[in-house]
């Protein structure tokens, strides 16, 4: 079984973020504002990195299922909005 993530890391409550490094990553897949995209995509991305840059505690298979649609979101974004 992989490792738990940290209190920092888990939040607790239902209808937003799990892990710190989604509420960038729903930030920049709920902007409307074109101006604002580049800088909520660079935010969620860097969220991301920091992430996957630490080895402990390393993500279990639901966060790194949730990683995965993070980046396939953010890469809708990008494309949807920055093309």
Same mark, same amino acid.
């Given at each position: 079984?992989?490792?738990?993530?940290?209190?920092?890391?888990?939040?607790?409550?239902?209808?937003?973020?799990?892990?710190?490094? /989604?509420?960038?990553?729903? %930030?920049?897949?709920?902007?409307?504002?074109?101006?604002?995209?580049?800088? /909520?995509?660079?935010? %969620?991305?860097?969220?991301? /990195?920091?992430?996957?840059?630490?080895?402990?505690?390393w993500?279990?298979?639901?966060?790194?299922? %949730?990683?995965?649609? %993070?980046?396939?979101g953010?890469?809708?974004?990008?494309?949807?909005?920055?093309?």
């Amino acid at each position: 079984m992989g490792a738990m993530a940290s209190d920092e890391e888990k939040k607790t409550f239902a209808d937003g973020p799990v892990y710190d490094w /989604q509420g960038p990553c729903f %930030a920049a897949m709920r902007e409307r504002d074109p101006a604002k995209i580049p800088e /909520q995509l660079r935010k %969620a991305n860097e969220a991301i /990195q920091m992430r996957l840059s630490r080895l402990e505690p390393w993500p279990d298979g639901r966060e790194m299922t %949730a990683l995965n649609e %993070a980046v396939r979101g953010l890469r809708e974004v990008r494309t949807r909005f920055m093309s």
